[in-house]
């Protein structure tokens, strides 16, 4: 697809995009956590002489996003991943760099997804945040990304939600409520959500994301596994953890 806005605002939003300004900028920000990457590394080789090229091709109105690279990852289960060209993804962030601040001030407080890679998501089911708080008038609810929360004390009432929300994604965002992941259930019962079990006064690890967890932990990742279990119940998981590093 081409890469071309029309006048008035969108214009001016145009050309902070694709500034050179901005995207010298966004590839600083970009190369962050990824220059053992062949692909960035290429890439930065010639970075001036590319970002130059891709300026003038979206200011010349020839710029065509690449093809994606398609391939699968087990985290743990089974995801097929489209990743497109370097070239792409510093636009992507080029364009998040001007346009976050823009959307931040409309999501509303319990939309919990990362702002540097859930965007879309939550400028996409915003709508969904807004029918829920402000039409349905819904205290208790919180969403990451495409996972979401309600909580009330009548189960009647929630049982009744069901068709409702279900309506309106279908309606008007075009989706749906997975078959098989609309879980009703008391709250005393604990609420898997986002690898914990949330039970009313603590939380605890789910099981399959512990036993990952001590699968996978070594002196390199103990500081960012450590900072994750000090949000829940994890004693006894603090204390596995430390005799692994003996």
Sequence with gaps: PKFRWGGGAHSLL????????????????FRLG??????VQAFELNIEDHIFALHEDLQHGRYAHGPYESFFVNDPKRRHIHKPPVRDRLLHHA???????????????????????????????NELDQYVKRILRIKHYV??????????????????????????????????????????????????FLGFV????????????????LRRFNPDNSASYAGLVKHGRSFKLCFQLQIGLL
């Excluded at 990824?34 to 692909?39: A, N, R």
């Excluded at 949330?198 to 967890?213: G, N």
């Design 143 to 192: 969403r990451y990304c495409d996972d979401f929360v309600i909580l009330h004390s009548d189960r009647v009432f929630l049982e009744q939600l069901i068709p409702v929300i279900q309506k309106f994604l279908t309606d008007r965002l075009h989706l749906s409520l997975h078959p098989d992941k609309v879980v009703l259930g008391p709250y005393h019962n604990g609420v898997d």
């Design 34 to 39: 990824k220059t053992s990457k062949l692909d």
């Design 198 to 213: 949330c039970f009313p006064y603590y939380r605890i690890l789910r099981t399959k994301t512990r036993k990952r967890m």
């Design 14 to 29: 145009f050309e902070k995009i694709i500034s050179l300004e901005n995207l010298f900028a966004a590839w600083r920000e």
């Design 95 to 125: 364009i998040f760099r001007i346009i976050e601040p823009l959307f931040e001030r409309i999501l509303i407080y319990d939309a919990w997804s990362c702002r540097t890679s859930q965007l879309f998501a939550n400028v996409y089911l």
